[in-house]
Structure formats: C-alpha cells, structure tokens
C-alpha cells in the first residue's frame, strides 16, 4: 500500500509494464495491459482473476524479508547441490525461519504487525486442527507422492481464471 501513496500512476504504470511487478490495481486493468497479455503467458489474466489471492494466505507481509529470503536461497542451494535430500533441505529452512521470527516476535521490533508463533505441535496435530476447522492446509503425507502428471490445455487454464475489473468508487 505504501508504494501506492509515493508512487505516481503514470510512474507506476511505468514501472508495471518494465518489471512487471504491479503496485496499483488500476496497472493490472489498463489498456495497455490488455493488449500485451497475449505476448505474457497468462501474467495479466493470473493477476486478474481471483486466483492471485488463493495462492497464499498471507499477502506480501513478510516479516524481515531480506533475512527469509536468504536463507531460502541457502536450502536451495543445499538442495540443488545434493548436499541435502529436498526435505531435509525444507525441514532445516523451516527450523532457521522460525528462529529469526522467534526473534522478531520476542524483541516485538515489529510491533502488532511482527510474527506471532503457534506453540510446536507434532504434524498430526496441525492435520487434525485442519480438517476439524475446515482448512485446506496442512494435509497428511500422501502415500504416493508422485502420481502421473496431467497436462491441461492453456486455453482451458486462461478459461479458468474469470476476471471482473473491480467497482470505481
């Protein structure tokens, strides 16, 4: 939202159409995007339906970004090496991102807006409390992990995402 306040809409249109990164929904919906959907592989119509708030809960607010993201990159290359299997590489980015916001959250830096942690359960736990509460995550470890892939049609995905400019005020 920030951005939003500093940014100007032709600056941010701008700046939408080189990095394509959107900072104002008015960018997602003009014209000129429009037009250049066809050449962007399903960009403009992801951002445009309302998929692009299924896929995380959470929004764009991570605590301490920088630190997160660095130590994601660290798994992966653990992972990609063969230093680690992938799940050992995910289990140890999990252990070091709930130790900085372990942090975050007991020096309350970030105020009411910092991370507030859920006491350790085990994962049978979290699936029980899931599927009690009618969440769709965690789920239990599937007994094949790796079922045949499906292919769906690109059109038939683009169909899948209606999308509707939202109301002026």
């Known amino acids: 939202l920030y951005a939003q306040f500093v940014t100007s809409k032709t600056v941010s249109l701008k ?3 080189v990095g394509l990164t959107f900072i104002r929904e008015s960018d997602i919906w003009d014209k000129s995007f429009t037009k250049r959907a066809p050449q962007l592989g399903g960009l ?3 951002y ?3 998929a692009r708030v299924q896929w995380s809960p959470t929004g764009a607010n991570v605590p301490d970004y920088p630190k997160l993201a660095q130590l994601w990159w660290q798994a992966i290359g653990d992972a990609s090496s063969g230093a680690k299997t ?4 995910m289990d140890s980015l999990a252990l070091a991102q709930e130790s900085v916001m372990e942090r975050l959250e ?3 830096v970030q105020g009411e807006c910092g991370p507030k942690l859920n006491a350790k359960h085990p994962m049978e736990y979290w699936v029980k409390l899931a599927k009690e509460s009618g969440n769709l995550a965690p789920q239990p470890k599937l007994a094949n992990e790796k079922p045949q892939g499906e292919t ?3 059109d038939t995905l683009i169909g899948s995402w209606p999308a509707t400019p ?3 005020n």
């Open 48 to 50: 445009r339906s309302p």
């Open 15 to 17: 700046k939408s159409h």
């Open 106 to 108: 007991r020096s309350g």
């Open 86 to 89: 992938p799940q050992a590489a």
């Open 152 to 154: 769906i049609d690109y």
């Open 44 to 46: 403009i119509e992801f």
């Open 166 to 168: 939202p109301k002026k």
